[in-house]
């Protein structure tokens, strides 16, 4: 068996898994920005840690793809969308989905250079990525189709529905607090958390 051929299938599973969870963590991020429970910059850790993983995972998926013979897809299939000639639209989906995830991850890291109302008007073009990733993964995954495949899609599916549902849910009961409490406490738990980046750092 082709071992690029399957790690490409492998890594679009799992990334598929991982960018699932990317969504869920970042719907939980703004729910637990007025929530006593769990602190919000350990739920924003793990959403930047999974953010990451998913990311390389992306990264070795689309460099199989190329280098592996039993397809024909270029570098400029994954940047273009809808010019290759392998399963154009499908591969056109996988190639917006992975424009949108670098255009997620720049704006990300350069959070603090760019206004908020951008950065926020561009992260929500993230409940638009992953559904065309999802609809990529189901169209041209050849594992899709089986049992375990669709459990994987079913499973991704249902996992951001109930997240989404929780957020409606959270804004229509209407939080406690007001606008400036809620920005203020997330201002306290960032304050925090570079606090101890600073003194781990100086271990």
Not at 72 to 79: G, H, I, Y
Not at 150 to 170: D, Q
Not at 171 to 197: K, V
């Amino acid at each position: 068996m082709n071992l690029l051929w399957v790690i490409s299938r492998a890594t679009g599973i799992v990334s598929l898994v991982l960018l699932t969870l990317v969504v869920v963590l970042g719907i939980a991020v703004h729910r637990q920005a007025g929530s006593r429970r769990t602190p919000r910059f350990v739920v924003a850790g793990l959403h930047r840690n999974a953010t990451l993983l998913a990311v390389l995972l992306v990264v070795v998926h689309v460099v199989t793809v190329v280098a592996d013979s039993y397809v024909t897809v270029s570098w400029l299939d994954t940047v273009v969308p809808f010019l290759g000639s392998y399963q154009t639209f499908w591969l056109g989906l996988g190639t917006v989905s992975l424009d949108l995830m670098v255009l997620l991850t720049v704006t990300s890291l350069l959070r603090h250079r760019i206004p908020a109302r951008l950065w926020r008007g561009i992260h929500w073009l993230a409940y638009l990525f992953w559904p065309v990733a999802m609809v990529h993964a189901v169209g041209i995954g050849t594992d899709m189709t089986t049992a375990p495949g669709l459990a994987v899609i079913a499973a991704c599916g249902l996992a951001v529905l109930a997240a989404g549902l929780w957020r409606m849910s959270a804004a229509r009961a209407g939080a406690p607090q007001t606008r400036a409490e809620t920005l203020l406490r997330t201002l306290r738990e960032e304050r925090h958390q570079d606090s101890r980046i600073r003194a781990t750092a100086g271990r």
